[in-house]
């Protein structure tokens, strides 16, 4: 079994920054892609970033030159540097990660962790 831990999420005013972190703990051979994903209220869940195992990165349009996603491949963990956060962006946040636990790989999921963004 594989955990996925979030943190960092909060209240932060428009223009502020906040860092997400998300730690994977369990029987883990080694993780793919890691990912930050948000639903904001009323909303589907959306992807915000990726990063494979070789620190190739995805982002959405929306947080393009705002927010940075890294992994510790060693430690299994991934960060979300969000910066110039805008109230759009109010959203919880799930981490998710591509687990190879040798005998299966398998999608894990954070329990999510909430971040505001008051204007």
């Known amino acids: 079994q594989v955990q996925l831990v979030e943190s960092g999420g909060g209240l932060v005013q428009a223009g502020g920054s906040l860092r997400l972190s998300c730690a994977a703990s369990?029987?883990?051979?080694?993780?793919?892609?890691m990912g930050w994903y948000r639903q904001g209220p009323g909303k589907q869940r959306e992807l915000v970033a990726t990063?494979?195992?070789?620190?190739?990165?995805n982002y959405a349009d929306s947080v393009k030159g705002r927010f940075t996603i890294s992994r510790d491949n060693a430690k299994n963990t991934a960060t979300l540097q969000m910066n110039s956060l805008k109230p759009e962006d109010t959203a919880v946040y799930y981490c998710?990660?591509?687990?190879?636990?040798?005998?299966?790989?398998?999608?894990?999921w954070g329990q999510g962790t909430q971040v505001t963004v008051s204007s």
């Open positions: 998710k990660a591509s687990v190879n636990s040798v005998t299966f790989l398998r999608d894990y």
């Open positions: 990063i494979t195992s070789g620190g190739s990165t």
């Open positions: 369990g029987i883990i051979f080694s993780i793919n892609a």
